[in-house]
């Protein structure tokens, strides 16, 4: 088993910054595909930004030039840096990851970020 704690959360105003981290409990070196992704209320969730094994990086349209997600592979921690916050990034964000050699994906308990007008 894996667990994926994520941190870094929190109220910011729009234009504001935040950095997100997901630590887990197992090496990232072998790391499928780690990644970030959001529920806003009443909305389902989707994918903010993944980091595959190799380091390549995709991210959704409405956060391109915004958002930054990076590892750390000494800590076992997946960042995501958002810059320009605007509210509609308001969501419950969430850290999965998926290890080779390991069956399904793991998901952390989520961390809350807010952003005000």
């Known amino acids: 088993q894996v667990q994926l704690v994520e941190s870094g959360g929190g109220l910011v105003q729009a234009g504001g910054s935040l950095r997100l981290s997901c630590a887990a409990s197992?090496?990232?070196?072998?790391?499928?595909?780690m990644g970030w992704y959001r529920q806003a209320p009443g909305k389902q969730r989707e994918l903010v930004a993944v980091?595959?094994?190799?380091?390549?990086?995709t991210y959704a349209d409405s956060v391109k030039g915004r958002f930054t997600i990076s590892r750390d592979n000494p800590k076992n921690t997946v960042y995501l840096q958002m810059n320009n916050l605007k509210p509609e990034d308001t969501a419950v964000y969430y850290c999965?990851?998926?290890?080779?050699?390991?069956?399904?994906?793991?998901w952390g308990q989520g961390t809350q970020v807010t952003v005000s007008s």
């Open positions: 980091i595959g094994s190799r380091g390549i990086t």
């Open positions: 197992r090496s990232i070196g072998s790391i499928n595909v």
């Open positions: 999965k990851g998926s290890w080779i050699g390991l069956r399904g994906d793991y």
